[in-house]
């Protein structure tokens, strides 16, 4: 059984096959999306690569995080009507010609993957936005190797329990920034005290 906030496309009703090539190609050419960050991320990235007082919560974030300006969209929760909120968030900056991930190093190994962000934890198997359109689906195969895999049903089989417990937690991490940006008038610098004013776009 779904939730109302968690929809699955008959093609992975009974559960998503999946396993990644580790050829890196989602770790770059960001032209096309974004890497979210929240506050579970970054405590767990600065833990990971012990950063943890103030100043180099804010070195860390002038060294590899950016703003993502009005990318956010969010109603209230429980309600499917109303006023929908465009806002400020964070997420990764990107280097290179080839817009990688600054954690990609030169064997397209992620240099941070046991504390990677939840984000890239999900993929493809936690993606609302995934999971819930074979067109979102088979758009995202084109780049991914081990999409195109999945619509075949070949790789790890994850199940429908699965699924909706990666995707049903990352609803929740968007629901919880959301109502801590709409407490704080939406002002991201009030939420992420860290967040050195100077922070880039």
Not at 82 to 111: A, P, Q, R
Not at 117 to 127: D, K, T
Request: charged letters at 30%; one cysteine or more.
């Amino acid at each position: 059984m779904t939730t109302p906030e968690i929809k699955i496309s008959k093609k992975f009703e009974n559960g998503i096959y999946f396993s990644c090539k580790m050829c890196g190609a989602c770790c770059r050419g960001f032209q096309e999306g974004e890497v979210y960050l929240y506050e579970e991320d970054i405590l767990r990235l600065t833990e990971f690569l012990n950063l943890t007082n103030k100043i180099s919560l804010k070195k860390f974030a002038r060294k590899y995080l950016k703003l993502v300006d009005n990318s956010f969209y969010w109603r209230d929760p429980n309600e499917s009507r109303g006023k929908k909120y465009k806002f400020k968030t964070l997420g990764f900056k990107f280097i290179g010609d080839d817009e990688h991930c600054e954690f990609l190093d030169e064997n397209n190994k992620c240099m941070v993957h046991q504390a990677r962000p939840f984000q890239c934890i999900a993929f493809p198997i936690g993606w609302n936005m995934l999971i819930n359109s074979i067109s979102n689906f088979k758009n995202y195969s084109k780049k991914c190797p081990a999409l195109r895999k999945s619509l075949e049903n070949e790789g790890k089989f994850y199940s429908r329990e699965d699924v909706l417990r990666l995707a049903t937690k990352e609803y929740n991490m968007e629901k919880e920034f959301f109502l801590k940006m709409k407490k704080n008038n939406f002002n991201i610098f009030k939420v992420y005290k860290f967040l050195p004013k100077d922070i880039s776009c």
